[in-house]
């Protein structure tokens, strides 16, 4: 897999600044040459590199060190900033609206991956509680009709489609009308060779019909640095709203594919991974740039620079772990997490306690977060000091008063039971605090 083969060899590159007795300008300098080798393996653009690669020698060599920061922790942090800054900062996702009818249809050359895109998608908002279905607007190629209600089929997904039909924008527009219920109504279109004016014709008609909340475009991922080439063409035609880059796996151009569509500033939600229907990954740059590096230990020597940029006091970490550390307070812990706060420090900290604190897609982590507010917030006084005393009953009043469903206040209790025991664990190992391998006020 190609991004494997990047990713093992930016991570080779890494790895001997991570093991280098010293971390001096030669180094530095060898480096972003490893660098720069890889990526153009990659298929990377030629510009595109020589941009990233001066931005990482640069700051590696003259920004000035912040306190507490080593030269080596340094380089690390600027490689994977300038990397994520290359892709795109912040994941991005598809606007659907529950409980409304939401239109997406998709578009792309022939053989691109649209049709089992379409399925993919079907799957993963079906897996998300929301109600998805498929059409089939594809009139021109034959076996398509039968290719992706087979697909529906097989994950239990509503389909509609039109075998004999000619006019696919009528056919669209029936299922449409059919599926208006349906909360996510995937339409697959037919592709033809890039050249074909009839595509773009029939793409923007379709599109006036049936008005898609958004326009997906398909790329195949192993056309290397001319998906971006493709991704502007379309782009010119008709409101392309985002972009799905797939057949990722195997593939020797995916760098190219991926970096170069990014650097339009198009906005990649999803990469396919595979045949199957669930081999569909939403794009997280940093998540991403974190496997391209080798992962674990970049991301934890990144997350140490960070944190060593959070104020933690003795004062807080004693307080935290002597104290009684009620519901509230597992609330505040909780919001100080978006921030990195201390208690994932002191936990992550420590030599054989790797509790890692839910880790979610951020949305989903910050929508429970606000479930978990009104939640407390229906508690009692009592019931948040000692919520040993939350019964069945109780649950049940909390639930209501609170507009959730009972099992998430016995998830957030469950959560609070398992975050107090462990700091009851920590408070009965003697000098820990003494141990703890970061530095205190
Ligand atoms: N390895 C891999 N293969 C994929 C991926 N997505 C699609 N394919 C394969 O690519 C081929 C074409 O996929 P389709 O989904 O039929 O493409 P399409 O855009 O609908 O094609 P037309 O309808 O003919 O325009 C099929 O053999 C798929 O199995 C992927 O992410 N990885
Ligand atoms: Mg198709």
Known sequence: MVLEKLGSSLYEALKKVIRAPVVDRDLVKELVRDFQRALLQADVNVQLVIELSQNIER?????????????????IKVVYNELTKFVGEKPETLAIQPG????????????????????????????????????????FRPGAYDQLRQLGDSINVDFYGEPEAKEPTAVAQHGVERFRYHEVV?????????????????MR??????????????LDGTIGQQAAVQAKAFDEATDIGSIIVAKLDGSARGGGALSSVAATGAHIKFIGTGEGVEELEPFV???????????????????????????????????????????????????????LGPLQ?????????????PEDDIDLAEKRLDRWRVIILSMTPE?????????????????????????DVRELIKQYNTMRRMLRQLRGRRGLLRRLPFKLG
């Open 59 to 75: 700051r590696a060599l003259d920004e000035e060190l912040p306190p507490g920061i080593s030269r080596r922790e340094h380089v």
């Open 100 to 139: 409304k009818q939401n239109t997406l249809m998709l578009v792309g050359i022939q053989g691109s991956g649209k049709t089992t895109t379409a399925a993919k998608l079907a799957r993963y908002f079906q897996k998300r509680g929301l109600k998805p279905a498929l059409i089939c607007a594809d009139t």
């Open 186 to 202: 995937i339409l697959d279109t037919s592709g033809r060779h890039k050249e074909e004016r009839s595509l773009i014709k029939e």
């Open 205 to 218: 008609e379709m599109a006036d019909a049936v008005q898609p909340q958004e326009i997906i475009l398909i």
């Open 285 to 339: 740059p940093s998540r991403f740039i974190g496997r391209l590096l080798g992962m674990g230990d970049i991301e934890g020597l990144v997350r140490k620079v960070k944190e060593a940029e959070v104020e933690v006091t003795e004062k807080d970490v004693r307080a935290l772990i002597a104290g009684k550390f009620t519901l509230a307070d597992f609330y505040q812990q909780f919001e100080a997490m978006r921030k």
């Open 345 to 357: 420090k002191i936990l992550g900290m420590i030599p054989g306690f790797s509790y890692q604190l």
């Open 383 to 407: 019931e948040r000091e000692d919520p040993k005393i939350i019964n069945a009953s109780r649950v049940r009043r909390i639930a209501r008063g609170s507009g959730t469903e009972e099992r």
